[in-house]
């Protein structure tokens, strides 16, 4: 059974930085590009960042392009996101999740999300 | 605003049929596959559709995806009250080189 399970969320000051995890299990980890998503209290789906299986490419949301950096150690089966210089729109929960087998983009698995509160 | 355009919401009721637009451009829907997730209530997003029509395993027939051009639909029919929840659809924009996602559908069951 695929688990995605988010850890690291919390409340920190603006301008702060945290590290969030993703410890995925029930899949060969390294196999699979995988995708943070957030979600602002009360609103949509917004696309953060994504990296390859073998972590060579990422990408990033231009609104979080220079603050956060995705990473992952496949010996550890983890994902990671680095979230620095922190603003309060960048409070939200945010869900770590597998891309599916395709040639073109999709999320076929999702974890249960990490809540990070950027507040004074 | 988002990249890709959804209705705030829509209605029907048990048994019938529901559609959900979502409508991009030339650089997203126009030249990727649109998936479509389904989030209840407190709860995590759920992959409903990908590569524009095909479902997951474990996900009903009930829930259809076609797409067109630049724009593509989620249909759900035989609806059921636990069938209400937000729905996205998303695919991945070429000149962005990242993911857009549609603002979301209210679907109501009334």
């Known amino acids: 059974e695929v688990q995605l399970l988010e850890s690291g969320g919390g409340l920190v000051q603006p301008g702060g930085s945290l590290r969030l995890s993703c410890a995925a299990s029930g899949f060969t980890f390294g196999y699979y590009a995988m995708t943070w998503v957030r979600q602002a209290p009360g609103k949509g789906l917004e696309w953060v960042s994504a990296i390859g299986g073998t972590g060579g490419r990422t990408y990033y949301a231009d609104s979080v392009k220079g603050r956060f950096t995705i990473s992952r150690d496949n010996s550890r089966n983890t994902l990671y996101l680095e979230m620095t210089s922190l603003r309060a729109e960048d409070t939200a929960k945010y869900y770590c999740?597998?891309?599916?087998?395709?040639?073109?983009?999709?999320?076929?698995?999702w974890g249960q999300g990490a809540l990070v509160t950027v507040s004074s | 605003q988002s990249v890709l355009t959804q209705p705030p919401s829509v209605s029907a009721a048990p048994g019938q049929k529901v559609t959900i637009s979502c409508s991009g451009g030339s650089s997203n829907i126009g030249s990727n596959y649109v998936s479509w997730y389904q989030q209840l209530p407190g709860t995590a997003p759920r992959l409903l559709i990908y590569d524009n029509n095909k479902r997951p395993s474990g996900i009903p027939d009930r829930f259809s995806g076609s797409k067109s051009g630049t724009s593509a639909t989620l249909g759900i029919s035989g609806l059921q009250t636990g069938d209400e929840a937000d729905y996205y659809c998303g695919t991945w924009d070429s000149s962005l080189s990242g993911v857009v996602f549609g603002g979301g559908t209210k679907l109501t069951v009334l």
């Open positions: 999740s597998r891309d599916g087998y395709s040639n073109y983009w999709y999320v076929d698995y």
